[in-house]
Each structure stands twice: as structure tokens, then as C-alpha cells.
């Protein structure tokens, strides 16, 4: 009897099981596959920048996740489950996730031709090229407003995907890494939704930054990053422009050596200049970018430019690279500037692009007459891109141009600083403002200064080897150049691009870090603290066609957790991309490119 009894039991448990459990389980995955085919054609969708056809099809997979959401509400009693409960708060982040970004969509509809966005017939696209922009500024204080709702619904899903715990699954199915994956979700999502929250107070002030209120003064400075300096290249022209209410005027645009010559009186040079320069005694505006930290580098800056004829009062520092003008160039095509063409396409006689060399053809190349304001062309240019962005229907190049723009300031080829400190405080926790990071972790930062060795950034390709062996780290830097020198003859009208590199070399590592030793270096190596970091100094000389290695050994610190290692790399500012490849007791972390900061866990 018993026995029928258990029998029965047994049945009828698996009976409920079926019907509670499993049934619910297999609905749940017909209707998970529906969403994901959504998903992917959503992204697709997004690529079009059709803001109406993307709402048609956001309401679409709306549908389709509330059904999913429907289809798992029956297996939510078995919630003390851990499995069952990650289900449920992954599809209400998912939820909250939907809601913040339809709330977005009806946001910008209004507004989606401003932003790069197909919407229909557009009187946006019949307005002049500064109309159009002063309409865009004057829009943006309505979008902002419903920043704060959204990043509500953005901290909720965040709240819900930090209760699920990677460590309850298997690291492998079969073949498909299960752990690693729903980390790496974490970790991006995290990382997402930190970046919205700090980067809000930023979002709220773009009005006023682009003078919505009051008129607004910017210094722009441009780093020639072929020249390579501590915040990413040699300062070469400067301009002044001025923006209110979406109206811009430029100020000045000139060659920095002409502000130099606006200082009567230059202070010394810096010891760092005496010792690695190259016949430099005093100090210039040009060589103050000597700091890797570009908020310290900016009060170098000031210190010399107070004391300039030519100084005006300024709301903020935008600093770029050759970069920027080169991507510009790619998406708006063949740009004139005083009967010179430029152009992004690939010259031969310097394997870069054909902008570049000619760039440098007019400003270095010696010639036997005067040649007025010979960097200030690189401002002219500028200016003459910067209207042709705006003059172009925005759905055609605006989402293109914003999306490269913002991958421009995450990989450091555009640097900002601001006076009102509540704005700095937002770009410097978005790491727009290239600045050395706290880290609780392990820390390296290589920063590269050529001190007169020609444009050799430019055939100069770098590898880094980091090994980590319990608190035993051994950084190699490989330099490279394979390409020969240059003709820098000035008598004959040489262009002196590819020359000897006379590299300042500075490793940026945990504070307490010990030194044990530093080879490659041709000048003494110096030990000392700085911006909350031990940094090992040094110099070296890589010829052409030929290289040169630094190969650096330290200790960590006590105060370093290696039972769970972590390791910031900070990447130089203005460098395009360097070979990296992180190992830790023998194992590999990561063999790639460095292009912008990279934590490795």
C-alpha cells in the first residue's frame, strides 16, 4: 500500500512538475528565441537612423518581451530557486531597460533630424548652416530634461543585474564558456549604466557649454601627435572661438609660436627640458605639455600663458590630435583651404594619410621666402570642416560624426578641461579629461615624449610585454622604425619627417612600487613619486631603420591584492594603438591593441 501510495505521489509530482515547471520552461524558451531574432533585427534597424521606422519596430519587440515576460511569470513561485531568480531579475532589468530606452525614443522624435536622425521632410534641412546649429543648442535643454527618468529606469535594471551571481554556473556547457560570459554581461552593463550616471551632470550642462545662456569662450589646441608629447603631441596651433546661443565666431587662429613671442619674458626651462631636450634653455607654451596628467599639464599651460600679450579669458580647453582631422576627412571627403587640397587617402611617400604629409610639407618643409601663418592653416582647416559638418543634411553624417567623436574622447585623441569645476569634476569621471586614475589594483602608465626627434611618431611602432609573477612585474617596451631617414638637409629644402627618435621614457606605477632594475636607458634612471604614482624614468634613442628596448623590473607593493589581481593600464593620449600582451604567472590576460584604458582581471 505504501508503495501505491509513493507511486502515486511520484506521478502526480511529476505530473505538476510538467504542467508548473517544464511546460513553462519550454514556452519560455520559444518565446526567448522570438525576442533575441527581434533584438538582432532592432540592431540593424538602429544602423539606418530611421527614428520612425526604429519606434515602429521598438513598440514590435515590446510586444514580443512582454510576452516573454508573460511566459515566465508562472515559474516565479519557485523564486527561492537561485537559477529562477536570476531569470526573473535579469527580465525585469531587461524591463526597466525597454522602458528607459522608448522613453528615449519619444524624447528625441521631436528632434531626431538634430541628431543625425531620418525623419520625413525636415525645414531643418532648409535652414542656413548656423541656423541649423542654433536651433540644434536651443533644442538640447528639452532633451536634457528627461535625463533624470531614464537614468532612474537605467539604475534600476543596474540594481537587478548586480543581484545575479556568475559563481553559481558552470564555467563551460559543451563548448559555449557559461561563467565568462555572464561576467563580462555584468561588467559591461555596470559599466554602462556608470558611465550614464557620471556622465549626467555633463549632459545636463550641454546647453550652457554650448552657450545657451551666455556667450562662451574655448581655447582649441592641436596636438601634433606625430611629435609625440606627455598629453599626446607637440602643441602646434592654437585658436579662440566663441559660441552663444549656437552662433560661433573664431577669435584667433595662429601658429603657437606667435604666442610664445606674445611672452616678454619666458621663465627657465624645467629640469625635465634641460636634461632630455635638445638645446631648449627656456620655458615655452609650446613644451608645456610636459605632465601625462592633462588637467597638471593644463597649469603648466596657464602659468605661461598669463603672461602672454595675446591671453583671453576662457570657459574651457579642447585639446586634439591629427586624428580628428583625419576622421573628419574620411566622412566628409576632399576639403580646400587657400587653394591647398586635403584629402584622407593613403600617400605613398609617408604611409599615412595624404592630409598629413601635406600639412607638413607647408609648415615644415624650409623655402626661401617668408611664409605667413604656416601652422594657422591647420585652424583654417579646421574651421572650414567644422562648417562643412554642419551643412550637410545631419541624417546623413551627424550619427556618423558623434559616434566617431565620442570614440575620438574615449580613446584619448580629444582631451577637455573646463573652469566650472562642477562640469570638470563630470568629464574627469567619463575619462574625457585625461587624467592618471586612483586604482586599488595594480597600475601602468608608459608615457613617451619626443624631445626633437622630427615627426618619427609617425614610422615608430611600439609593443608592450607585461609579466606578472606573484609581486615580481617585468614591463618590456619594443620600439620600432622600419622606414629610412628622411632628408633633413635644410639648405637643400629637405622635409625632415623620419629622423632619429630621442625618446623621454616615464613608467607610471603603484605607489611603494621598488625598482630593481631599468635597462635600455642611455641617461641615469631617476625614482621618484608623483600624481599618486612611483614612476621609473629614463631616455633612449631609436635610429631608423632600427630599434630600441626598455625592460623594466619592480615589486609590487604589500598593499597590492594579488589573490584577486586586477591591472589598469592607462594608454598615452594621442597614441593610435599599440601591441600589448598581459600575462600573470604564466597565463595570458590579453594579446591585443591598446586604444584606449583597459582594466584586466
Known amino acids: ?335 580646400q583651404v587657400s587653394g591647398v587640397n586635403f584629402s584622407a587617402k593613403e600617400d605613398k611617400r609617408c604611409d599615412c594619410p595624404e592630409a598629413i604629409y601635406t600639412l607638413f610639407d607647408i609648415v615644415d618643409r624650409p623655402v626661401g621666402y617668408f611664409k605667413e601663418n604656416r601652422k594657422g592653416i591647420l585652424g583654417d582647416l579646421m574651421y572650414a570642416l567644422f562648417y562643412k559638418a554642419i551643412g550637410f543634411s545631419p541624417s546623413k553624417y551627424w550619427g556618423t560624426l558623434m559616434q566617431t567623436m565620442y570614440q575620438n574622447l574615449q580613446e584619448k585623441h580629444i582631451l577637455l578641461y573646463f573652469v566650472d569645476s562642477e562640469i570638470q569634476k563630470s568629464v574627469e569621471q567619463i575619462n574625457f579629461a585625461g587624467k592618471i586614475k586612483d586604482y586599488k589594483g595594480d597600475y601602468l602608465h608608459i608615457n613617451n615624449v619626443n624631445f626633437a626627434g622630427a615627426k618619427s611618431n609617425m614610422f615608430v611602432n611600439e609593443s608592450i610585454t607585461s609579466e606578472t609573477k606573484d609581486r615580481q612585474r617585468n614591463v618590456t617596451i619594443v620600439f620600432k622604425n622600419p622606414y629610412p631617414h628622411s632628408d633633413c638637409n635644410l639648405e637643400r629644402g629637405g622635409l625632415c619627417l623620419n629622423a632619429t627618435l630621442r625618446n623621454w621614457i616615464r613608467f607610471y606605477v603603484p605607489l611603494g612600487s621598488k625598482l630593481v632594475s631599468l635597462k635600455g636607458s642611455t641617461k641615469k634612471v631617476q625614482t621618484y613619486d608623483e600624481l599618486g604614482k612611483t614612476v621609473f624614468e629614463g631616455f633612449l634613442e631609436v635610429p631608423t631603420q632600427g630599434q630600441g628596448t626598455v625592460v623594466v623590473e619592480y615589486t609590487l607593493p604589500s598593499n597590492i591584492d594579488t589573490d584577486n589581481y586586477s591591472l589598469l593600464i592607462q594608454k598615452q593620449a594621442g597614441v593610435e594603438e599599440q601591441k600589448l600582451k598581459v600575462s600573470r604567472n604564466g597565463r595570458t590576460l590579453f594579446d591585443g591593441a591598446l586604444r584606449t584604458d583597459k582594466a584586466i582581471k
Open 1 to 335: 500500500m505504501k508503495n501505491k501510495n509513493g507511486l502515486v505521489f511520484l506521478i502526480i509530482l511529476l505530473v505538476l512538475g510538467y504542467f508548473f515547471l517544464v511546460r513553462p520552461i519550454i514556452n519560455i524558451k520559444s518565446k526567448a528565441n522570438i525576442v533575441l531574432a527581434s533584438a538582432k533585427e532592432m540592431k540593424s534597424i538602429f544602423s539606418k537612423n530611421d527614428i520612425e521606422l526604429l519606434k515602429t519596430k521598438m513598440d514590435d519587440f515590446s510586444n514580443k518581451y512582454q510576452n516573454l515576460e508573460k511566459a515566465a511569470k508562472p515559474i516565479y513561485w519557485a523564486s527561492f530557486i537561485p537559477y529562477v531568480s536570476d531569470l526573473k531579475n535579469g527580465l525585469n532589468a531587461g524591463s526597466y531597460l525597454l522602458k528607459a530606452a522608448k522613453e528615449t525614443v519619444v524624447t528625441i522624435e521631436p528632434y531626431a533630424d538634430l541628431i543625425g536622425f531620418k525623419k520625413g521632410e525636415s525645414s531643418f534641412l532648409e535652414k542656413s548652416s548656423e541656423d541649423r546649429l542654433q536651433t540644434a543648442v536651443l533644442t538640447l535643454d528639452k532633451l536634457v530634461a528627461k535625463v533624470d527618468p531614464i537614468s532612474l529606469d537605467i539604475d534600476m535594471a543596474n540594481s537587478k543585474i548586480a543581484k545575479i551571481n556568475p559563481n553559481r554556473y558552470p564555467k563551460k556547457l559543451g563548448k559555449i564558456l557559461v561563467r565568462e560570459k555572464i561576467v563580462n554581461i555584468k561588467e559591461q552593463f555596470e559599466g554602462i549604466a556608470s558611465l550614464f550616471v557620471d556622465a549626467k551632470p555633463l549632459i545636463k550642462k550641454l546647453p550652457a557649454i554650448l552657450g545657451s545662456k551666455e556667450e562662451k569662450t574655448y581655447l582649441i589646441l592641436y596636438q601634433n601627435d606625430k611629435e609625440r608629447r606627455a598629453t599626446g603631441g607637440f602643441m602646434t596651433f592654437y585658436a579662440v572661438f566663441k559660441i552663444k546661443d549656437g552662433k560661433m565666431t573664431i577669435g584667433q587662429s595662429n601658429d603657437i609660436y606667435s604666442l610664445d613671442a606674445s611672452i616678454s619674458d619666458h621663465p627657465k626651462a624645467p629640469q625635465e627640458i634641460i636634461t632630455y631636450h635638445k638645446g631648449v634653455s627656456v620655458f615655452n607654451i609650446r613644451d608645456s605639455n610636459l605632465s601625462p596628467d592633462f588637467v597638471e599639464s593644463v597649469k603648466l599651460f596657464e602659468s605661461l600663458y598669463q603672461k602672454s600679450g595675446s591671453k583671453v579669458k576662457y570657459d574651457g580647453i579642447i585639446a586634439m590630435d591629427s586624428k580628428i582631422l583625419v576622421d573628419m576627412l574620411t566622412i566628409f571627403g576632399d576639403t
